[in-house]
């Protein structure tokens, strides 16, 4: 069930379901971390601006309350650092969904972000039985799309004008997923192994 998603730990970091009181913090580090992440933002066509970051909570809470979507935050010693999304949930012959996230800046390049999408993965795949995960980035990403590769996703092509993101319809490289390509032992453990292996 979407609204009692468990929080998935590894180490220091751990990705749990996003609550309302989390708004102040997000809002802080969205903030801070505007021109880092703007041009990665999804808005809304013909809407200027950004939804204020309470309601926005509000909402992502309402949304997984009805097994919509998925929406944690990814903490840091028990401060928020970013957050990992899952949308586009389809059940039945479908089985299939979408990973999105961002991470502060000061953050990012320390493997935090493979991390917790690789927790959300495994979840997704062991718990929810989710048969395809897709993770969608604009084609500029190379950040994020280390990430899919990081983690053994598959490139499958690009999507024109797939999200309005910063103001304009953007094309998206896809990286997908499927149960039968999850390694032994489930995407984190391989992440895992990778790094030691260097």
Not at 22 to 28: F, K, N
Not at 171 to 193: I, K, R, S, T
Request: aromatic share 8%.
């Amino acid at each position: 069930m979407l609204s009692s998603v468990p929080a998935l730990v590894s180490g220091d970091l751990t990705v749990r379901p996003i609550r309302n009181a989390d708004w102040r913090e997000l809002d802080h580090e969205l903030a801070v971390g505007r021109a880092w992440l703007q041009r990665w933002e999804a808005t809304q066509p013909g809407v200027s601006g950004q939804a204020g970051t309470r309601s926005a909570v509000r909402a992502m809470v309402s949304w997984m309350r009805r097994g919509e979507s998925i929406t944690c935050v990814m903490c840091w010693r028990e401060h928020i650092i970013g957050q990992v999304s899952v949308s586009q949930i389809a059940w039945g012959s479908l089985r299939s969904c979408s990973i999105g996230y961002w991470i502060a800046e000061r953050m990012a390049g320390h493997g935090l972000a493979p991390t917790a999408v690789a927790l959300m993965a495994d979840h997704l795949f062991q718990a929810l039985g989710m048969h395809r995960i897709e993770i969608c980035m604009r084609l500029e990403n190379q950040a994020s799309r280390r990430v899919a590769e990081k983690l053994g996703f598959h490139y499958e092509g690009v999507r024109r004008g797939y999200i309005h993101i910063d103001g304009a319809w953007r094309d998206h490289h896809v990286f997908a997923m499927l149960a039968e390509d999850v390694p032994a032992g489930g995407v984190l453990a391989a992440l895992q192994q990778r790094r030691l292996q260097g």
